[in-house]
């Protein structure tokens, strides 16, 4: 009986590893999975560590992006277009985790956890092309634009959802990459997407999501006056503007960004309506385009002081914006209210679910902004400077401290049928809004227009 009592427990002990290690396995595998199958190693894929083939991205006009063939790697023809397509698509070295080459590897080669590489055995057709909503042109259109300076432009369309442009800078050419520990300033967080993966304090453009507050929340609103002397004292402490005002109206004080009287306004609309106003629009929580997670942009007024909730109004006090984000709030706005979620993967690649569509202002709010911000261009940015487009857009110059020059915003879309458009522009250190930012936004929405998209 000893002897077999002992067995048993022996056997026991086996067979509980047995389960732990199959068990320990599965787990390993359904997280790892996917990078054993695209490590260079793996020699069902890979030949002398290069990719053998995959399937192809292409822009929305049908020119191909990235081919992989033959165990080499081609990228567009054109220097221009490959360079600000670089985080859109990818590098060489797969170090843009956010880059489509990356965040679909797994479509482009073919695999998944249920069938393994089933693209290379006949099964599921042959479909891992991936054609993207993106118009190489006029991203390319767009880098240049920025001439050297760091920062971000998207474009897109706030009734499909289709981003025609995404552009981040710095990049380089993923055909010959540069030595980039060669010129860390030069090349600072290249391989970050600024437009997916950053967030910047939003000066002034933030006074759309207190304007849209003030709306909903204050009667009469539209038939007062605010009056600016420079700047408005809170307890010890001081709000300023650029110059003394005067009496402005609501539709005025957004028009100059008149910081006192967005100040007031924040101060008569508390902390917890200018938080939800914030959350609505977007901040502190992350969008998806397509699967791949946008960088979080933060406003926290709950426990803020007086003077703390009024500069959060007005887009300083800790506020932080996400380029992506903040351009599909601006598209909310321009869509009677509804945010139809960006997206980067075209609908004939239709193994995507998508995230539905969310109204987040009222359209009679959103009607109101859009007026608001079509003001803006007419007596502030100049009709002259964006000819036809009738252009609704707000500036923001956030102000970095440290002595540095603020960061240039520009963001807004285009009242026009045939080319629902809204945009965002960030410019690092770029000076004035509605000067550096608002130019780059005239360069590319003319090229959209044009282009025909
Ligand atoms: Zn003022």
């Excluded at 009677?336 to 690649?349: D, F, Q, R, T, Y």
Aim: aromatic residues 8%; glycine residues 10%.
């Amino acid at each position: 009986m000893k002897l077999l009592f002992k067995r048993s427990v022996v056997l026991f002990l086996l067979s509980s590893l047995l389960v732990f290690g199959i068990a320990a396995f599965i787990i390993q595998y359904l997280n790892h999975a996917s990078a054993w199958v695209q490590h260079p190693t793996n020699k069902h894929l890979f030949n002398n560590g290069k990719l053998k083939a995959s399937g192809s991205i292409y822009d929305r006009s049908g020119e191909i992006l990235l081919e992989v063939k033959d165990g080499s790697t081609k990228f567009h023809q054109d220097k221009a277009v490959r360079t600000a397509l670089m985080h859109a698509v990818g590098d060489l070295h797969n170090n843009v985790a956010t880059g489509v080459k990356v965040a679909f590897g797994e479509h482009l080669i073919g695999w998944n956890l249920l069938n393994g590489v089933y693209r290379f055995r006949g099964k599921m057709g042959d479909s891992a092309d991936l054609y993207l909503t993106l118009e190489g042109k006029l991203c390319a259109t767009a880098y240049k634009a920025l001439n050297g300076r760091k920062g971000a432009v998207g474009v897109y369309n706030y009734q499909t959802g289709e981003i025609l442009c995404m552009v981040s800078s710095p990049s380089f050419d993923p055909a010959n990459p540069p030595n980039i520990e060669g010129s860390p300033e030069q090349y600072e967080g290249v391989y970050l997407n600024r437009f997916l993966s950053s967030v910047y304090p939003p000066g002034s453009i933030f006074k759309l999501v207190t304007a849209a507050a003030a709306l909903d929340n204050l009667p009469g609103l539209e038939s007062k006056l605010y009056h600016c002397e420079g700047k408005m004292k809170i307890g010890a402490d001081m709000v300023t503007c650029l110059r003394e005002h005067g009496s402005v109206t609501f539709e005025q004080a957004l028009a100059h960004s008149c910081n006192v009287a967005f100040a007031q306004i924040s101060l008569e609309l508390g902390a917890s309506t200018l938080q939800k106003y914030a959350n609505l629009a977007g901040f502190n929580s992350s969008l998806e385009l397509d699967g791949i997670k946008t960088a979080i942009g933060k406003v926290n007024v709950i426990n803020a002081a007086d003077v703390e909730l009024a500069w959060a109004g007005i887009g300083q006090y800790t506020n932080t914006a996400n380029p992506l984000n903040f351009m599909a709030f601006v598209g909310a706005i321009a869509n009677n209210g509804v945010l139809i979620p960006p997206k980067l993967i075209a609908e004939n690649n239709s193994f995507l679910s998508r995230i539905q569509k969310k109204q987040i202002l009222s359209a009679e709010t959103a009607a109101k902004l859009k007026a608001m911000m079509r003001n803006n261009t007419k007596s502030v940015y100049g009709e002259h400077n964006f000819k036809n487009l009738e252009l609704c857009a707000k500036s923001g110059t956030a102000e970095v401290g440290q002595g540095k020059r603020p960061h240039a915003w520009f963001a807004g879309f285009l009242a026009r049928d045939d080319y629902p458009l809204a945009f965002v522009v960030l410019i690092e250190n770029g000076g004035s809004g509605s000067g550096a930012a608002a130019a780059v936004a005239g360069t590319v929405l003319q090229a959209a227009v044009s282009s025909g998209n």
